[in-house]
């Protein structure tokens, strides 16, 4: 009897050295398949992203042109110089209140070259603010477009201003300022996302000496323009990367 429990215990081990040989296999197996699915969907992921990166610059590189392009216009436009030669205030006004677009531009101003607000299409502001002043500096300086640097209002909107100078113009050297609400037509650009997520984002940042200044507001985070600033030490955050 006992030789026979050994010949059947015999017989058993090749089935279950199989059986453990097997069951290594699959595990083996769908361990890498997984490796395999999850490399596939990282390379996807990270090719979607750079896709949606590549469209959200080309959609800023457009925005920015198009501004450009409209401050070139409306200032080497033959009615404004009319109306600035023409001395006439109402004229004038009426001339920069068409060149706000219908309200893509919150406010179009007339500036000389050391500053004084000629006129505006609504009520002129009691100072420029100094991005906007810089930029004023340097289209007379280059005698090209410039858009400033972005900076908030006193209600903590972000904004951004295009530049020139207007050209046949005799009475005064001055330039045209479109200020332009970037909070409003700029950001939503920006924070738009083909698809739908609920952790994707895009962000405008910028670098102020070791820090990194979220322009635009995350989606997640009750935060105003360019109030949200990180060290560049964070290297882990991908604004800093």
Known sequence: MDDVSAVSRRRLVPWIVGFILATSAVAVLGLLAYRADRAQMLENRTGELTSVGTL?????????????????????????????????????????????????????????SDGKILEAALDPPQHLPAETTHAIAKAFALRQPVLSDFY????????????????????????LVLQCNASKRLYPLIQAWPGSSTSAESVLVRRDGDQAVYLSCL???????????????????????
């Not at 909107?157 to 530049?163: M, N």
């Not at 989606?219 to 990367?241: I, T, Y």
């Open 56 to 112: 959200k610059a080309a959609e800023i590189a457009e925005w920015r042109r198009e501004r450009l392009a409209d401050v070139v216009r409306f200032a080497r436009g033959p009615t404004l110089i009319r109306a600035i030669e023409g001395e006439n205030p109402a004229d004038l006004r009426l001339m920069l209140s068409v060149n706000r677009k219908g309200g893509i531009y919150e406010d179009v101003l007339l500036v000389t």
């Open 152 to 175: 908030t209002d006193e209600f903590g909107s972000a904004h951004i201003d295009a530049v020139a100078t207007v050209t046949g113009a005799t009475r005064k050297e001055c330039v």
């Open 219 to 241: 989606r997640h985070q009750g935060h105003k323009a360019m109030s949200l600033k990180r060290p560049l030490s964070e290297r882990h955050l991908p604004a800093v990367q």
